[in-house]
């Protein structure tokens, strides 16, 4: 009966979790792990200030959370030296992303995005009767060039790329990105996911320019601010855009707390700074505890790394299913040849001495 209420295109879609998170793990393990390591997570944490600004917003959490994000936008306005009408604050890139799609893809509408990128997108896109169309990976990184290319071929709404990318830690030079935005095609918007860029190099991101209607960037406080759970993300787009965000989205999707949080945490760029420190010693530890197993680590700009395993994906797996059973967390990436790795969060020391304690289990288990 249900699913006759649905629309046709409901009907026909699979019931998905895109992720499945490591509470279902834990409760179908009956333990928890000892190192959470698999979901991007930034154990380090917000800002001290950031989590005292969330707990005094708590006593005022019976109010409804400013629509506009006023004062946030200004602060993130000021911040990148941009106008606040060019700022879209959401639920996260996951919840802007489906704002975006819903703006901009109607059934049969096609959208661009490299085979094993972040699903989430997949996700939105196929929830509103979108045509995907991948372009593979070249050399572990997403291809700027190729989804331009196929994106004037079939006409493409969207263009999804990830800079630096998820799952495979990889980038690409501010350069070479800017190269690819003057590319777009007539019709076309490239969306440029940076959600880890405040972890990267300089040098990756391009200049601002919002006046520039053939992208938009999006950006979260998930990452290198440590406030996952807190779901605060923000557009930077031209004005047009950004207003038409309006017309669909959830204008209370922003819990008090977590606005508060985020305006606290912008203000304390030492101790981003601080945690940025720490990710690049955690990703230094992950590359060496690879080597003393004879893995090799792959370069990276987020705060994971991703570990090739010497063989295929089915190698892989029995890696991650040996190492979930010994409690340690991690992921890997869904698509060849990709899925040859296993994806380590940049985790404390101690997250880290587990990891390094049960890898050769994991790997001897795999090797059978």
Known sequence: MTEKRLTPLAASLPATVPFVGPETQERARGSTFAARLGANENVFGPSPSAIKAMERAASEIWMYADPESYDLRAALAAHHGIPSECIMVGEG???????????????????????????????????????????PYRGDHEDPEALVARAAEVGAKLIYLANPDNPMGSWHSAKTIQSAIERVPAGSLLVLDEAYVELAEDGVAPAWDVADSRVIRMRTFSKAYGMAGARVGYAVGSPEIIAAFNKVRNHFGMNRAAQAGALAALADQAYLEQTCRNVADGRERISQIAAQNGLAALPSATNFVAIDCGQDGTFAKRVLSALVSQG?????????????????????????????????????????
């Open 328 to 368: 340690i967390f991690v992921r890997m990436p869904f698509v060849a040849p990709q899925d040859r790795c296993i994806r380590v969060s940049a985790g404390r020391p101690d997250d880290l001495d587990a990891f390094e304690a049960f890898l050769p289990k994991a790997l001897t288990e795999a090797r059978g």
């Open 93 to 135: 890139i996951d919840g802007l992303l489906g704002y975006l799609v819903r703006l901009f893809v109607g059934p049969g509408d096609m959208v661009v995005t490299s085979e094993g990128a972040y699903p989430t997108f997949n996700y939105h896109v196929a929830g509103f009767g979108g045509a995907l169309v991948t372009v």
